[in-house]
């Protein structure tokens, strides 16, 4: 079993800042990429941000130049810096991993994880 634990989220005014964070629980064996996606009410999921193995990163152009993805291999963990947030960033953000993880009976399974969401509000 794959559990991605997701925090951060909040209501912030515009301009402001926040930061995600979405640790990964499992014995995992390799992470190919880790993301995030969000869904605005009436809306379909879209991607915000992902970072691959290799570090490299691609962003929704929506997104550009005001967020920015990291992860901590050592502990797991994907973070969602965003700043000058507006009001039409307002949804709520799942992480997502991709990976690579040793079952109870020793076998490596593939799993296209999902977190349970967090709610970001934009409001002045």
């Known amino acids: 079993q794959v559990q991605l634990v997701e925090s951060g989220g909040g209501l912030v005014q515009p301009g402001g800042s926040l930061r995600l964070s979405c640790a990964t629980s499992?014995?995992?064996?390799?992470?190919?990429?880790m993301g995030w996606y969000r869904q605005a009410p009436g809306k379909q999921r879209e991607l915000v941000a992902v970072?691959?193995?290799?570090?490299?990163?691609n962003y929704a152009d929506s997104v550009k130049g005001r967020f920015t993805i990291s992860r901590d291999n050592a502990k797991n963990t994907v973070y969602l810096q965003m700043n000058s947030l507006k009001l039409e960033d307002t949804a709520v953000y799942y992480c997502?991993?991709?990976?690579?993880?040793?079952?109870?009976?020793?076998?490596?399974?593939?799993?296209?994880?999902w977190g349970q969401g967090t709610q970001v509000t934009v409001s002045s």
């Open positions: 997502n991993a991709r990976l690579w993880v040793r079952n109870t009976f020793g076998e490596a399974r593939y799993y296209n994880a």
């Open positions: 499992a014995s995992i064996i390799s992470i190919d990429a």
């Open positions: 970072i691959t193995s290799g570090s490299t990163t």
